[in-house]
């Protein structure tokens, strides 16, 4: 958990659905020229590890929670737009890319994590940055060629269930959730490190790039989509504010994250304002 404030790692560990070896990689994944073994558990939680091998391990856990959180809402394994035939080539996250930015590339099989923000700091340290960049991935490995040939709607609903995936899955990790909430019932209404996408790599020290709280006005794709995120984590809110406890809550975002994402495998052609409708029709 990356602290943007005091520029940290709050060190937590996290369960994946795999074994990754030294890199980390597994079948899905590998960090390019990634070289961080694993302790004699083959757990990745050794207490020597440099700022560098916890980026890795950080990247890799992200994108591969970021898979398990997908299979399990749409209910199949993904399988990468390049491994059609029988073949099993991962996607390969490239740390401290030399470009400004993050991108996934399906030509180059790679998410490309660079820089952003104050001080052009690197931007796989950030959770949702690279759970953003593992979803558009996944999409297309759902529905070979949407990006391509969708219309400023149809990406405006990409881009949001991008920003809207790390959202479901820090409020499904504890310690993330109690750092939003304050330990609370209230405070997901205020600017919190689970409403902000990017904290740290906005226009202040803290600020995000986009927030669930304050979306964009305007008709570009981005505005569009964070119209649609920020309906999305009201109604997460209504859910929370409604639990009983929070592993109730828990519980029902993963119900709530079927909801929301299964619809992308039934549609072609999309739009903010029809995601839901149609699904449901
Ligand atoms: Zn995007």
Redesign the pocket.
Known sequence: MWNAENREWDLIPLTIPSRPRKGPRDRYLEVVDGNVSPDSNGDFIREDYTDEEIDAVHAFAVARLTIDLWEKAVGKKIVWPWNRFFNFEKLELRLYSKSKGARYSRDSQWISLGFWGPGERFVCKSFDVVA??TT?AIIESIIPDLERTNSTEGRAVV?SL?DTVPILMQMRIKEFFDAATGGTKKNLRVRNNISEFGEGYGSGNVDGVRSALHPKQGDDHYSLGSRMTGTIYMHLIGIWERSASYEDFRKQVLEFSKTILRPITFLKEISPIRYFSEYNN
């Open positions: 953003h960049e558009h881009e991008c």
